[in-house]
């Protein structure tokens, strides 16, 4: 009996000590794991996330999203530590992504001579006096941004408007799109270029009918031969270049890019930043995959690299390939012949059975791929490719990607769906200036311009959509993207009624496409994308609810704060 006793008050007395601990942790506030380093309250938060579309605040610990919810709810995960931002009532969406770039690119691009929104060939050459002015001697004028617009009915730049300039100073200007470039007589001369010069594979020197004399313009592969002696920019100078460029990133609200061309070769900078803990952009790097063929040596690289850079900042495993130009220079590949000049249909970089067996292969690696394809024979070729490697292997949920897409045959349209195709479109390419309406349309005729950039139509047959840019061939802002996918007009509301309207995205199927419709193009839809607990906290806080506000006000949005992995690296002035 005594034994029996004494057991009860041992059993009472270890109840009770149970029961002391938990009051005791009822009232003490959550530990570190619990507890958010960073909370962003006071905010509009459109999630993304279609189980839990608007919060009020969300709780940041480490580089995740601990709690999204209302301000109490959220508040419970607050502790003295805790850094508050107020968002001060602002809309909040997850951070951007830019699902085609050129970032090495477009960052040297900054400190170069720009020519967009040039009106004509003398406000070109004022831009080029101006810089000139700023930067005297005897090197290289580089710089980019000229369309085919500015140069009237002849749709290309000729050398005789750079040597009234730079007589004795090379010159060298990428056209907008990266697929064209004007060379003065200087920099012709130095790399050799004669009218005796034999055109190199998938690339055209552009002659004088009369003479046989190159004009200045290059076409596609052609830029190689002056672009192979233009002095090359240090490695501190291309560190420099990528600072500046991540910083202008941030600023527009770009959390993550995708590099489509012109980074894997330099993916020891990016590394170099991440280690110096100078990384605020996220990269997903794909190696870029020149024809004829698949070569051992590319695997080599594409697979040391997927070894090498396998996080959550820097990601291999994507290869990029160019199946055909573009539609204003006639390059783009097209299955009937252009409109304004009929001897002429474009055609492959790849021949169709080595780019087939190339994808094949790639694919049976579980690569991620990436074909720029413009015109609508461009398209269906790689649509083609990728339907016989799920065939050859057996694989699906590669999630292939086809980029740009300016062009497609409707028959097409259902495939992109049905394969898993990504459809990657930058919706600032459709932009509906001169060069689009004048040059882009005139090109390829009413009908196929009646089908042009289509992803309205895609995403209603079952295509995923991700959105991008494409820079530096236009400005990496995406809120000027965000408009154009909407309004399909200018920001002077030009054409009347939109160009083929038709393909008019509501504001939330186009923010999609930039951040749930980018992080699953990446295959990271589980870890990024949308604002929801346990993925990574890569925020922006905006100027205006771009939801609320008339479509053609969207372009005018700045971004007041980016975080990036629950840290601010991004803060406007502007109060």
């Known amino acids: 009996m005594k034994r029996s006793l004494t057991r009860l008050l041992a059993v009472r007395s270890s109840r009770l000590v149970i029961l002391l601990l938990v009051a005791a942790s009822a009232s003490t506030p959550h530990t570190d794991a ?15 996330n279609a189980k839990q579309p608007w919060a009020e605040a969300v709780a940041i610990q480490g580089d995740k999203i601990i709690a999204v919810g209302t301000e109490a709810e959220v508040e419970k995960f607050r502790n003295p530590k805790t850094k508050m931002i107020d968002a001060g009532g602002r809309l909040v969406l997850p951070g951007f992504v830019d699902c085609h770039i050129h970032f090495l690119d477009g960052s040297l691009s900054l400190g170069r001579v720009n020519l967009e ?3 004509d060939v003398a406000d070109i050459q004022r831009r080029l006096r101006e810089y000139s002015a700023k930067h005297p001697g005897k090197d290289w004028i580089l710089g980019r941004g000229w369309d085919y617009a500015m140069f009237g009915a002849a749709a290309l730049p000729d050398k005789k408007y750079l040597d009234e300039l730079f007589p004795d100073r090379p010159a060298y200007l ?14 012709l001369a130095l790399a050799g270029i004669t009218k005796d010069t034999p055109n190199p594979p998938n690339g055209v020197i552009v002659r004088d009918a009369a003479t046989g004399e190159a004009t200045g313009a290059l076409k596609e592969a052609a830029h190689g031969l002056v672009g192979k002696i233009v002095p ?41 930043l991440r280690r110096e803990k100078q990384q605020t ?15 051992p040596a590319d695997i080599e690289k594409i697979e040391a690299a997927r070894k090498k850079y396998a996080d959550d900042w820097i990601s291999g495993g994507a290869v990029k390939m160019m199946v055909d130009g573009v539609i204003e220079s006639h ?16 055609k492959l970089f790849w021949d169709p059975g080595k780019y087939k067996a190339a994808v094949a292969e790639l694919d049976k690696r579980g690569l991620q791929l990436f074909t ?94 991700a959105f991008g840019s494409d820079w530096p061939v236009v400005t990496l802002n995406p809120w000027e993207g965000v408009q154009t996918a909407v309004t399909r007009q200018t920001t002077e509301g030009k054409p009347e009624g939109g160009f083929v309207p038709s393909q008019r995205l509501s504001v939330v ?67």
């Open 117 to 119: 929104g040039a009106k």
């Open 281 to 295: 952009l996220r990269f997903y790097i794909a190696y870029f995959l020149d024809p004829p063929e698949l070569r």
């Open 372 to 465: 720029h394809a413009i015109g609508d024979y461009g398209v269906r070729t790689a649509l083609d490719a990728y339907e016989n490697a799920e065939k050859v292997n057996g694989t699906q949920g590669r999630r292939p990607r086809i980029e740009h897409i300016e062009t497609i045959q409707a028959i097409d349209i259902p495939r992109f769906g049905k394969l898993g195709v990504i459809a990657s479109m930058q919706p600032l390419h459709s932009y509906p200036n001169e060069d689009t309406l004048d040059v882009w349309a005139r090109n390829i005729g009413p009908d196929r311009a009646g089908r042009a950039w289509v992803w309205k139509s895609i995403a209603d047959d079952g295509g995923h959509l």
């Open 331 to 346: 390059t783009a590949a097209m299955l009937e012949p252009y409109t304004d000049d009929p001897s002429l249909k474009g």
């Open 34 to 48: 619990q507890t958010a380093e960073t909370i962003v309250h006071d905010a509009k938060i459109y999630t993304v």
């Open 174 to 187: 990428e056209g907008y799109d990266g697929h064209t470039y004007w060379a003065n007589s200087k920099a």
């Open 232 to 272: 090359k920019p240090s490695r501190a100078e291309k560190l420099e270049a990528l600072r500046a460029g991540m910083k202008w990133a941030n600023e527009h609200g770009l959390t993550r890019v995708h590099s489509a061309g012109g980074d894997f070769e330099e993916l020891g900078l990016f590394d170099q």
């Open 509 to 575: 199927d186009a923010v999609y496409g930039y951040t749930l419709g980018a992080a699953f193009a990446g295959r990271r839809e589980k870890t990024e994308g949308s604002i929801e607990v346990g993925k990574l906290a890569d925020i922006i806080i905006l100027s205006q609810h771009i939801f609320d506000i008339a479509p053609q006000k969207i372009s005018e949005t700045k971004v007041t704060t980016t975080i990036v992995g629950g840290r601010v690296v991004y803060q406007s002035d502007a109060k």
